[in-house]
């Protein structure tokens, strides 16, 4: 009788047993609940920033216009002297600007979220009959980015970029298209639309398709000082949403002597009673032209870089 007396006592559970079950219950229901969110948050994200992307490629995608041929310089249209100015700077930056060095600052909004300011080194060559475009960007802020590098040379990696990211992850090099998903996450361009070259020819491009679709409101500012150089800023401003406008207001504040662009900035068209929101602004600091960059400069293997073997 005491034999079977202790056998159930043995096999009922004990308080102790019973508060380990519910524990253990408990950290699989949020264990199942953290993992549920974080699929749900990816999902959204994951769709929300295809969105953003597949925008902001159509208005890359846009048919180029062709800025070699095209003679719209007679000053019956506000933009023309602008237009003009712009083809100054283009033939002297591909006549004379070898490369250069910058500290490149900007703001940018995605899709509804301002992005928090960021910094970067930047060394990048123009495209020449003796050297391909090469960029090298290394970022120094936010906190987040600090230490991210990302080199893309032209026809090199099958036109792809090679870079590293900050932190543990800075561990792993990773190659991969300039313009893809990961690629573009917090950025409104891909690499290959840095430089003052090729500012100068994309606004070119914008100016000449503006300009077969209605006037525009052009200032021309002179005296304005930015990131320690004296500059002329070119305003233009569409009053009225249309397509094929993609900007309310832009600003390209330029270095009339040396005939560059230091910054550019625009902003969309405001909601009712509120001010337009700036969409993005750049600003090169530090410019040092013609200085002198070498293959090594654009090497993942430069001892200088931090790039994993």
């Not at 902001?56 to 249209?77: K, W, Y």
């Not at 506000?78 to 703001?107: C, F, G, H």
């Not at 080199?151 to 036109?159: F, K, L």
């Not at 209605?214 to 233009?236: F, S």
Request: charged share 30%; with cysteine; glycine share 4%.
């Amino acid at each position: 009788m005491n034999d079977q007396h202790q056998s159930c006592t043995d096999e009922r559970p004990t308080t102790a047993d019973a508060k380990e079950r519910i524990f253990s219950f408990s950290i699989k229901k949020t264990f199942l609940l953290i993992l549920s969110i974080t699929i749900v948050a990816s999902g959204w994200f994951y769709v929300r920033e295809s969105a953003r992307q597949n925008e902001r490629r159509q208005v890359l995608d846009q048919p180029q216009e062709d800025i070699e041929g095209a003679d719209q310089t007679d000053d019956t249209h506000p933009l023309d002297p602008i237009l003009k100015i712009a083809y100054q700077s283009i033939k002297r930056m591909e006549e004379n600007l070898v490369d250069y060095t910058a500290v490149l600052s900007r703001r940018e909004r995605i899709g509804a979220q301002e992005m928090p300011p960021s910094s970067m080194e930047v060394k990048i060559r123009n495209p020449r009959d003796d050297q391909a475009f090469s960029i090298y960007v290394k970022f120094t802020k936010p906190e987040n980015t600090k230490g991210r590098e990302v080199i893309w040379v032209e026809g090199q990696n099958d036109n792809k970029i090679v870079a590293h990211e900050s932190g543990l992850l800075g561990l792993f090099k990773v190659v991969q298209a300039p313009d893809s998903f990961v690629a573009m996450v917090g950025n409104r361009y891909p690499v290959t639309e840095t430089g003052l070259l090729r500012l100068m020819q994309k606004l070119t491009q914008y100016g000449l398709r503006d300009r077969k679709h209605g006037d525009c409101d052009v200032q021309i500012i002179k005296n304005i000082r930015v990131a320690e150089v004296d500059c002329t800023r070119l305003r233009i401003v569409h009053p009225h949403k249309q397509e094929p406008f993609t900007f309310h207001i832009a600003e390209i504040d330029m270095d009339m002597e040396r005939m560059i662009p230091i910054r550019l900035a625009t902003w969309d068209w405001p909601l009712a009673q509120q001010e337009p929101p700036l969409v993005e602004e750049y600003i090169y600091h530090k410019l040092r032209l013609n200085a002198g960059l070498k293959d090594l400069d654009f090497d993942p293997e430069n001892p200088a870089y931090n790039y994993p073997d």
